[in-house]
């Protein structure tokens, strides 16, 4: 069954903040995500306060900001780097501000995609 975006950042990514922040500072960036669909919406994640927090809206100047759709979005999530990849690739995930902390965005979709609570 495929993840829910919203489940995702609402739920999956806060939790795993919480149980290991220190993971988020080897991140240390601040994302913002759009996300469009039934299933979308706007998150922020930012990686650098203390404690780190991923919340729902717009929040901050973010240094990367993530576009996709809904369905493109739940491809990343299941499929991990390869898929991010490829829906990069496809033109489907479009990407703005520091192109260097793309690189960091897997550890985020990792911490997010482990077992839930």
């Known amino acids: 069954m495929p993840s829910s975006v919203r489940d995702f950042f609402d739920r999956r990514v806060p939790d795993a903040l ?6 988020a500072k080897e991140v ?8 469009t669909g039934a299933d979308g919406g706007t998150w922020t994640a930012d990686l650098i306060s203390s404690p780190p927090i991923c919340q729902s809206g717009s929040v ?3 240094q990367c900001t993530i ?3 809904d369905e493109d979005f739940r491809s990343v999530i299941d499929g991990g780097t390869q898929a991010a990849m490829q829906v990069f690739l496809s033109g489907k995930l479009k990407i703005v501000g520091d192109p260097m902390l793309i690189s960091r965005l897997s550890r985020l979709l990792q911490m997010g995609s482990g077992p839930a609570i």
């Open 18 to 23: 919480g149980r290991h922040p220190e993971k």
């Open 28 to 35: 240390a960036a601040t994302f913002l995500f759009r996300i």
């Open 67 to 69: 576009e996709a759709a």
């Open 60 to 62: 901050g100047q973010p």
